[in-house]
């Protein structure tokens, strides 16, 4: 490999010939060898959006000669077309606050800028990346608006994916809004419900957290930019933060205002805790349906088994016919990962000092990947498990009919302390809960296997005709 030779404060750096990146880029790249991945897409798309626009901004205000501010655009814009992404190449886990991965995204603007002039690459003439691409920014600022656009921009792919898994559980709930079975409380037997109703509050928890998670991406179009290192506004104009805000807007169809404290959005790393903390509320949900869905196909045999998942491979190495759930496993391991990405943003967020959260390069990347993992598992888990679930209606109807908890609908009329006794009976003796209350209160075993149909009391009510001959107890 050829090298070329280029200096920063610190001396001489020997930097790939080719390569759009300089010295302070090279520096990081030897000195942070940890992880071998990659900046995310989206944050450098974001980062090439903030400095497009600020370009555009500094050549209004006639701080920036056009033809440069011109090339340091048509770079940008470059990147934003998914081109030259291979140049941004510092570890996730980088410098604190992370001026590595943001003079990267100045060195690569100011080389490629320089290259459309006419220039050659890592002599940063006439565009430089301190002096011109970086003009009235700093890391301080640059690094937490680009977090808070790429957060928005990838925001609506895990809302999308989201959504349909609510709409595909909303499809079960009324495909399946006759199956009847027990209801389950404490893992124990509870009043009757229809699957179909269980499918239906799946698709009301999703909702939930999309309302929630909705709510979170709010404050984030509020931007710090142009408070340049710890909030005050020194070296950019006084119009900067407005007129960027604008062309964002512009640019990415968002409501983007000035920070109205930029020293306090410098300072604090709260509104990413606010977004992450919602990221985990939906991972949290999502598992405990999954949960729900291995316990209620358990078995086949020795199980619940009162639902199918689709069968998309097989399920032991040692066991042939063996089939697991996997795709609701997937989607918990995953969950789980959300789950741990989130005490790092909260432990990251406390560790902030003074007018600056150094740890921000780990709050998003954490982030972005649990955003990014959590949408493509629930792609795979709609398409794959919740689409193509059945119900095994004759066993699900079996456990409703069976249920102790049948007796619920005769305290009304009984009592709870004799339907307490009519319940001992029935479990003592392993009969249903129709034939021993059919016996204690002296009906007829037809009459009270109506009064006592399962389906019946799924809904809201109360047994409209008494036995004959017994009075509520108190």
């Known amino acids: 490999m050829s090298f070329r030779l280029e200096k920063d404060s610190m001396g001489e750096v020997k930097v790939p010939a080719g390569a759009y990146w300089g010295a302070q880029t090279q520096r990081a790249i030897e000195n942070f060898q940890i992880s071998g991945l990659l900046p995310d897409p989206v944050f450098v798309r974001a980062y090439a959006e903030q400095k497009r626009a600020s370009a555009l901004v500094n050549e209004e205000l006639g701080l920036l000669e056009p033809k440069l501010a011109q090339a340091i655009v048509r770079a940008a814009d470059e990147i934003l077309q998914g081109k030259l992404l291979d ?23 100011a080389n490629r800028a320089n290259e459309i002039l006419g220039g050659q690459l890592g002599t940063y003439v006439p565009v430089n ?19 808070r656009l790429a957060i928005l921009l990838r925001h609506p792919e895990l809302e999308a994916r989201l959504k349909e898994t609510a709409d595909a559980f909303a499809a079960k709930a009324e495909a399946f809004k006759d199956v009847v079975t027990a209801g389950r409380t404490h893992l124990q037997d509870a009043t009757p419900i229809t699957i179909g109703q269980v499918m239906g509050g799946y698709a009301g ?47 990415l169809a968002l409501p983007f205002v000035p920070a109205g404290n930029p020293i306090a959005h410098h300072a604090s790393t709260q509104d990413f805790v606010r977004y992450m903390s919602a990221v985990k509320g939906a991972a949290l949900e999502l598992s405990r349906i999954a949960n729900d869905l291995r316990l209620m196909s358990s078995g086949p045999t020795s199980g619940i088994g009162e639902i199918d998942l689709p069968p998309v491979q097989p399920g032991s190495s040692i066991m042939p016919g063996k089939v697991n759930p996997v795709m609701a496993e997937n989607l918990n391991m995953v969950c789980f990962q959300v789950i741990g990405s989130e005490s790092t943003v909260a432990m990251a967020s406390e560790a902030g000092q003074f007018q600056l959260n150094v740890m921000m390069p780990v709050i ?111």
């Not at 301190?130 to 301080?140: A, K």
């Not at 991406?217 to 950019?236: D, S």
């Not at 319940?423 to 009270?448: P, T, Y």
Request: negative net charge; hydrophobic residues 40%.
């Open 129 to 147: 990346p301190n002096d011109q691409v970086n003009l009235g920014q700093s890391t301080n600022d640059t690094f937490p608006t680009a977090m």
């Open 87 to 109: 140049q941004f190449v510092v570890d996730p886990f980088q410098a604190g606050a992370g001026t590595s991965h943001h003079m990267n995204v100045n060195e690569v603007l």
């Open 364 to 474: 998003i990347y954490e982030i972005l990947f649990s955003m990014t993992i959590l949408s493509r598992a629930l792609g795979v888990f709609r398409e794959r498990c919740v689409v193509g679930i059945t119900v095994h209606a004759d066993r699900a109807r079996s456990y409703a009919e069976r249920t102790v908890s049948l007796a619920t609908m005769l305290t009304p009329l009984v009592g709870y302390a004799r339907a307490a006794e009519i319940v001992k009976r029935a479990v003592a003796e392993e009969r249903s809960i129709v034939d021993v209350a059919a016996e204690e209160l002296g009906e007829d075993k037809e009459k009270i296997r109506k009064a006592l149909d399962p389906r019946r009391w799924t809904e809201p009510g109360i047994l409209e005709e008494k036995p004959k001959g017994h009075q509520p107890k108190s």
């Open 205 to 251: 928890m999703i909702a939930r957290v999309l309302y929630t998670l909705h709510e979170a991406t709010e404050p984030l179009c509020e931007l710090g930019i142009g408070g340049t290192a710890v909030g005050t506004g020194v070296n950019r104009h006084l119009d900067y933060p407005r007129r960027v805000c604008d062309k964002l807007e512009d640019a």
